[in-house]
C-alpha cells in the first residue's frame, strides 16, 4: 500500500511538472504578445494620427456636423466658411426642428453674442429669423456664397466681450487667407438665444451646443 502511495505522488508530481506549469507560462506568455500587438496597434494609430493631421481634423468636422444637424429646436443643416480680410465669412443655413414657431434674437459663442446682421445695412437678426417648424433660413453674404439675400455676420479671434452687433469674436481657429491651406473654423459654446411661441405665451430661452462648431474652410474671398 505504501508503495502504490509513493508511485501515485511520483506521477502526480511529474504531471504538475510537465504538463501544468508549461500551460500556466504558455497562457501566460501569449498573454504577453497579446497585449504587446494591442500597444504596438495603438502606437502606430497615434503615430498615423500625428502624420496626417488631416484625418483628426475630418473626424472632427464630422461629429460636430452630426451633433448640429440633430440639434434642437435650432439645427444647423448645413454650414461654410471662408477667409475675408482678418474675418470668417460664415455661411450658416439653420431649421426650426421643434414643434413651435420660434424667432430668434441673438448668435451666441465663446462667451459673446450678436444681435445684428449686415442686410444692406444693419438690421436686427430678430427682423429676419422668424421661423415656424420647419423652415429654414440661412446667413450668408451675396459676394461670398451666391445666396439671393444678403443677411451676414462676420467671426474672428478676440476676446469676446468685444462682440458688437454683428461681428462676434472668440473663435478658437478662423479662416486662413490661404488657397493651398485655408484651414478651419472652430466656435467653441455655439448657440443661439430665441423666443419660442407656445400657445399664446412667449417664452426667451438659449440653446448652447456641448460641441463647437466646425467648419472646414474655403478658399480666400
Same mark, same amino acid.
Given at each position: 500500500?505504501?508503495?502504490?502511495r509513493a508511485q501515485d505522488a511520483t506521477r502526480l508530481s511529474l504531471l504538475r511538472s510537465s504538463?501544468?506549469?508549461?500551460? @500556466? ?18 502606437? $502606430? ?30 439645427? $444647423? ?17 439653420? +431649421?426650426? !426642428?421643434?414643434? &413651435? ?15 445684428? @446682421?449686415?442686410?444692406? /445695412? ?12 420647419? =423652415? =429654414? ?9 451666391? $445666396?439671393?439675400?444678403? +443677411?451676414?455676420? &462676420?467671426?474672428?479671434? /478676440?476676446?469676446?466681450?468685444? !462682440? ?14 490661404? !488657397? ?25 430661452? +438659449? ?7 466646425? $467648419?472646414?474652410? +474655403?478658399?480666400?474671398?
Amino acid at each position: 500500500m505504501r508503495l502504490l502511495r509513493a508511485q501515485d505522488a511520483t506521477r502526480l508530481s511529474l504531471l504538475r511538472s510537465s504538463t501544468y506549469c508549461p500551460l @500556466v507560462g504558455q497562457g501566460a506568455t501569449e498573454y504577453l504578445v497579446l497585449l504587446a500587438v494591442v500597444l504596438i496597434v495603438a502606437l $502606430v494609430s497615434v503615430a498615423l494620427l500625428g502624420f496626417f493631421p488631416g484625418m483628426a481634423s475630418d473626424a472632427q468636422i464630422t461629429q460636430s456636423q452630426a451633433y448640429w444637424q440633430s440639434s434642437q429646436p435650432i439645427a $444647423v443643416i448645413e454650414a461654410g466658411a471662408r477667409n475675408y480680410l482678418t474675418y470668417s465669412f460664415p455661411y450658416i443655413r439653420i +431649421r426650426n !426642428s421643434g414643434a &413651435y414657431p420660434i424667432r430668434m434674437t441673438k448668435m451666441l459663442g465663446a462667451g459673446g453674442s450678436i444681435s445684428g @446682421v449686415d442686410a444692406n /445695412g444693419m438690421a436686427n437678426i430678430s427682423d429676419y429669423y422668424y421661423m415656424a417648424p420647419g =423652415e =429654414e433660413k440661412y446667413f450668408a453674404n451675396i459676394g461670398a456664397w451666391g $445666396v439671393p439675400a444678403q +443677411r451676414y455676420i &462676420y467671426l474672428t479671434t /478676440g476676446s469676446p466681450t468685444n !462682440s458688437s452687433s454683428n461681428t462676434m469674436f472668440g473663435l478658437s481657429s478662423t479662416c486662413q487667407n490661404s !488657397s493651398a491651406s485655408p484651414g478651419m473654423m472652430v466656435m467653441k459654446d455655439f448657440g443661439f438665444e430665441y423666443i419660442e411661441y407656445i400657445e399664446g405665451q412667449q417664452i426667451t430661452k +438659449r440653446q448652447v451646443g456641448s460641441k463647437p462648431l466646425i $467648419v472646414k474652410c +474655403r478658399e480666400p474671398y
